[in-house]
Nanobody
Framework: VQLQASGGGLVQAGDSLRLSCAAS???????MGWFRQAPGKEREFVAT????????YYADSVKGRFTISRDNARNTVILQMNSLKPEDTAVYYC???????????????????WGQGTLVTVSS
């Protein structure tokens, strides 16, 4: 599956932003996730949504503020980001995997497919 992320931009602290990950096919058979990478830091897990209508999981740093969902009509995975903070500034990547188990969701290497990043900048 090919993935293309979009929706990044420059916002102020407290604002909301909606990232989209357009897929070349239906995503229900894939576990879909979002990762981010800030300058000088390693890529870190943000959220994931298990395949076949499974549960979603979030990093503690975004829990309660971010929501991951699927738009099956558009073969798109959405990351709704509310109450943004300056520390959310990073390049955000969407990713997909076909055989990910729970213990692997935080590991970028477990995801087979990656989109290009989209930059989110949150000013204070």
């Amino acid at each position: 599956v090919q993935l293309q992320a979009s929706g990044g931009g420059l916002v102020q602290a407290g604002d909301s932003l909606r990232l989209s990950c357009a897929a070349s096919e239906r995503t229900n058979s894939y576990t879909m996730g979002w990762f981010r990478q800030a300058p000088g830091k390693e890529r870190e897990f943000v959220a994931t949504l298990f395949r076949n209508y499974g549960r979603s999981y979030y990093a503690d740093s975004v829990k309660g503020r971010f929501t991951i969902s699927r738009d099956n009509a558009r073969n798109t995975v959405i990351l709704q980001m509310n109450s943004l903070k300056p520390e959310d500034t990073a390049v955000y990547y969407c990713a997909g995997g076909s055989s990910i188990i729970f213990s692997q969701i935080y590991n970028p290497s477990a995801y087979n497919y990656w989109g290009q990043g989209t930059l989110v900048t949150v000013s204070s």
